[in-house]
């Protein structure tokens, strides 16, 4: 990947693919959507984040609060829509963020459907089994379940069409907080 600079916004910022051109016309040389879920949900109830001012922190509870797959797919469409109709607007590299439904029995399932629905947008794709705030999404990150996974995931993003280009990379985010000796039993190429 060639990014135009290593200056971007995570996911999190733009979880629905609403203000895409905005970053980018602030210098951002990738902008990363999502997380994405296949189908809409509201996410944790309210109140969800949570500012220590004594500890200058804050704690984010969102779980996973999306528009969908379809909602977001029409965005990023009116997006590369402006980009063809006005060449003069920045654009750097985009990463999709795609995570599960919280009531979803599986996710594998669950990843295959956004990268279906939204890779023919992203020049990366990320399979997001991180947030502490949906049930059972971190237990994913064992190594049985990551390979399977994975593996499913890729398996569809193989017997899609794609452009010249071809596919997009798959990333995966981990945990921030698994030990070392988690983080050697996970790496692993496909």
Same mark, same amino acid.
């Given at each position: 990947m060639d990014f135009p600079n290593p200056v971007g916004l995570a996911a999190g910022f733009d979880k629905?693919?609403?203000?895409?051109?905005?970053? %980018?016309?602030?210098?951002?040389? %990738?902008?990363?959507?999502?997380? @994405?879920? +296949?189908?809409?949900?509201?996410?944790? +109830?309210?109140?969800r984040v949570f500012r220590l001012k004594d500890l200058k922190a804050t704690i984010n509870r969102y779980g996973f609060n999306s528009a969908g797959a379809d909602k977001v797919d029409?965005? #990023?469409?009116? %997006?590369?829509? *402006? @980009?063809?109709?006005?060449?003069?607007? !920045?654009?750097?590299?985009?990463?999709?963020?795609l995570g599960k439904n919280k009531t979803s029995k599986d996710a594998a399932t669950d990843y295959s459907v956004g990268l279906t629905k939204l890779g023919k947008h992203a020049d990366y794709v990320v399979i997001n089994v991180s947030s502490p705030n949906t049930p059972g999404l971190r237990s994913l990150q064992g190594r049985k379940q #990551?390979?399977?996974?994975? !593996?499913?995931?890729? $398996?569809? *993003?193989?017997?899609?069409?794609? /452009?010249?280009?071809? +596919?997009?990379? $798959? #990333?995966? !985010?981990?945990? +921030?907080? $698994?030990?070392?000796?988690? !983080?050697? @039993?996970? *790496?692993? *190429? /496909?």
């Open positions: 629905d693919a609403q203000v895409v051109e905005p970053m %980018f016309g602030l210098g951002f040389g %990738f902008v990363e959507v999502g997380s @994405v879920t +296949p189908e809409p949900q509201p996410g944790n +109830p309210q109140p029409d965005n #990023l469409f009116d %997006f590369a829509a *402006r @980009v063809k109709a006005d060449p003069s607007i !920045k654009r750097g590299m985009l990463g999709i963020n #990551l390979e399977d996974l994975v !593996k499913q995931v890729s $398996l569809t *993003r193989d017997r899609m069409r794609w /452009g010249p280009s071809g +596919p997009p990379p $798959l #990333l995966v !985010k981990i945990a +921030p907080d $698994l030990t070392e000796t988690d !983080k050697k @039993v996970r *790496r692993w *190429r /496909g």
